[in-house]
């Protein structure tokens, strides 16, 4: 399975993402560490354009076609990179499960933006940077989780549960 994490910088995904893939022991697969990567090598200047989710589709694929269960954690904010993603899980012949999570309470969540350390997130980002970034309304269903008010566990127990009815096999860790 394909589980798609998607949401603006500071809404928690990285969070929910490793906790969820040191359970069900997915593969962790993070746009910020390979644009990272990218940028540290010498290779990437200020603008990546789309090589770093180039790069996580490609992974990700690999990892999903070895029976790898793969969590995509990405900011993944316009129909074309959903598309994407979803693709991605087509071409592997795995059910994907689309996530947006976000932080609805606006002063937690500038609190986490202009609070976390630069590395290992990339670039420092400003709240100004989060709130004036394309972020593009959703066009289908999905599933939403507000990392306002509800505990990571509460969040990861509840993904665990969609994927255990999608009939999905976990491999506990």
Same mark, same amino acid.
Request: with cysteine.
């Given at each position: 399975? @394909?589980?798609? $994490? %998607? /949401?603006?910088?500071?809404?928690?995904?990285?969070?929910?993402?490793?906790?969820?893939?040191?359970?069900?022991?997915?593969?962790?697969?993070?746009?910020?560490?390979? *644009?990272?990567?990218?940028?540290? !090598?010498?290779?990437?200047?200020? +603008?990546l354009?789309?090589?770093?989710?180039?790069?996580?589709?490609?992974?990700? *694929?690999?990892? @999903?076609? $070895? /029976?790898?269960?793969?969590i995509?954690? &990405?900011?993944?904010?316009?129909?074309l990179?959903?598309?994407?993603w979803?693709?991605v899980? &087509?071409?592997?012949?795995?059910?994907?499960? =689309?996530? =947006?999570?976000?932080? +609805?309470?606006?002063? =937690?969540?500038?609190?986490?933006? *202009? %609070?976390?350390?630069?590395?290992?997130f990339?670039?420092? #980002?400003?709240w $100004?940077?989060?709130? %004036?970034?394309?972020?593009? #309304?959703?066009?289908?269903e999905?599933?939403?989780?507000?990392? !306002? +008010?509800?505990?990571?566990?509460?969040?990861?127990?509840?993904?665990?549960? $969609?994927?255990? *009815? &999608?009939?999905?096999? =976990?491999?506990? %860790?």
């Open positions: 399975m @394909l589980i798609i $994490l %998607s /949401g603006l910088p500071g809404v928690g995904k990285t969070t929910i993402a490793r906790e969820l893939a040191r359970q069900i022991g997915a593969i962790h697969i993070r746009i910020d560490t390979i *644009e990272l990567a990218i940028r540290k !090598a010498g290779r990437g200047g200020d +603008s354009d789309d090589l770093g989710y180039r790069i996580a589709y490609a992974v990700a *694929e690999d990892n @999903l076609r $070895l /029976g790898q269960a793969v995509a954690d &990405s900011v993944n904010p316009i129909p990179t959903r598309d994407a979803r693709d899980a &087509s071409r592997a012949h795995v059910p994907a499960l =689309e996530v =947006e999570i976000v932080c +609805s309470d606006r002063a =937690e969540h500038r609190r986490r933006v *202009e %609070s976390r350390d630069a590395e290992p990339g670039p420092r #980002l400003t $100004l940077d989060v709130v %004036s970034r394309d972020y593009r #309304l959703w066009d289908r999905r599933i939403m989780l507000d990392t !306002a +008010s509800t505990t990571v566990k509460d969040h990861v127990q509840h993904l665990r549960a $969609l994927i255990a *009815e &999608s009939g999905a096999r =976990e491999y506990p %860790s």
